[in-house]
C-alpha cells in the first residue's frame, strides 16, 4: 500500500476511471464503505472519490479530495481508503492520492447522498 496524504503538485492528474476493468465494482463498493467522520455518507457517494484507475496489473490507483483542506482526517482518510480496497480479491497494490483541484463541492455528490443529507 502507498498512500500520499499531500496534495498533488501542479496539474492534477485526474483521467477517467478504469470502469470496464472486472474489479471496479468492487473497488466502488470498498470506497462506498469509507464515511467521512462528519458527515454521514459515504466518499464514493459524496463525490470525493475522483478516479479509480485500475491498470492490467491490478494495480488501484485512486484519485480523492476532501471536503476541507483542513480535514481533520486529511492524513489518515488515504489509509482508510487503501484499507478498504486491498483485502479484495485480486488487488495486488493500491496507491491513493489527494488533490485540491478541483475543489470539491456539493454539486459533485450523488442524488443519494442528497437525499441522504436531506438537500432534495
Not at 476493468?21 to 463498493?29: A, G, I, K, R
Amino acid at each position: 500500500m502507498t498512500q500520499n496524504a499531500e496534495p498533488l503538485e501542479g496539474t492534477p492528474l485526474i483521467a477517467p476511471s478504469s470502469t470496464d476493468h472486472p474489479l471496479y465494482d468492487q473497488v466502488v463498493e470498498a470506497c462506498r464503505s469509507v464515511y467521512d467522520p462528519e458527515i454521514p455518507v459515504n466518499i464514493y457517494d459524496l463525490g470525493l472519490v475522483y478516479t479509480i484507475d485500475i491498470n492490467p496489473q491490478n494495480e488501484v490507483r485512486v484519485i480523492m479530495s476532501l471536503t476541507a483542506p483542513g480535514c481533520p482526517v486529511a492524513g489518515e482518510m488515504p489509509g482508510w481508503v487503501a484499507d478498504a480496497i486491498e483485502p479484495l480479491p485480486g488487488v495486488k497494490h493500491v496507491d491513493v492520492e489527494l488533490t485540491w483541484e478541483p475543489q470539491w463541492g456539493m454539486d459533485m455528490m450523488s442524488d443519494e447522498a442528497r437525499l441522504e443529507l436531506g438537500f432534495m
